[in-house]
């Protein structure tokens, strides 16, 4: 819509995962260190936290489009609190059969599988997405997938995203054991003020547009309401673009960003934080 008038080739602020697009700010430059740390060393369980929109998926995608193709990953991403084992739910991340066999069969087969692809070279990475959901059940079930191991080599990897529920949920009593598994850990904080301003214009320059667009105190009143979260900033940087191409507005100044937040005072159904 106001692609052409602000010389953009794609819309640089659309709230969908693009690695493309990935900030690295310094929370975010450490969390992907410490990720590719544990999966160089060989770590069994890294935990990767972050408020709703801070940029874990984002990130877990940059990951693994960096990864080299001696990986074998699953995904586990539609978790929550009833389940009490994950392993079916792994056998199908993986494409492994797990219909109608017994809770043996299905060890002995993943067990198998662990063997198989580190006698050809291979890694075995298993990505649990939202595992704030999982219950300490599920949690345990991981942890004793974990025990499968050739010698001194980790067959298995994981690592676990989630809101900071998760980080809280790792210290309760009952997984003091799986906690002592976690060899890599890393909570995302959402932006400083001053990161944000370069955030604008980093995403503004993967989609083209090589000049500045948005004033500094337009950037700095989106940090305040976006509270520093990236998805938030995203959702009102999009909104604020379009009132710039209606009011053929060639900067974006802090006036239009104030009008768009008292727009959405009063005529929006969700607050403009959100």
Known sequence: MYEAFYGLKEKPFSIQPDPDFLYFGRRHAYAFAMLEFGIKNGAGFSVLSGEIGCGKTTLIRHLLNSLATSHVVGLVYNTHRDIADLLEWIMLAFGLPYEGKSRVALFDTFQR??????????????????????????????????????????????????????????????????AQRVAVDFHIKPFEASDVMNYIQHRLAIAGRKTPLFAAAACARIAEISRGIPRSINILCDTVLVYGFAAESETISLALVEEVLKDKAEFGTLPPTV
Do not use: C, W, Y
Not at 172 to 177: F, G, I
């Open 113 to 178: 599988f662990l063997i198989e692809q580190h006698g050809l070279g291979k890694r075995v990475l298993l990505i649990v997405d939202e595992a704030h959901n999982l219950n300490p059940d599920a949690l345990e079930s991981l942890r004793m997938l974990s025990n499968i191991n050739a010698d001194k080599h980790q067959l298995l990897q994981v690592i676990l995203v989630g809101q900071p529920q998760l980080k809280n949920m790792l210290t309760q009593p009952e997984l003091q054991q799986f």
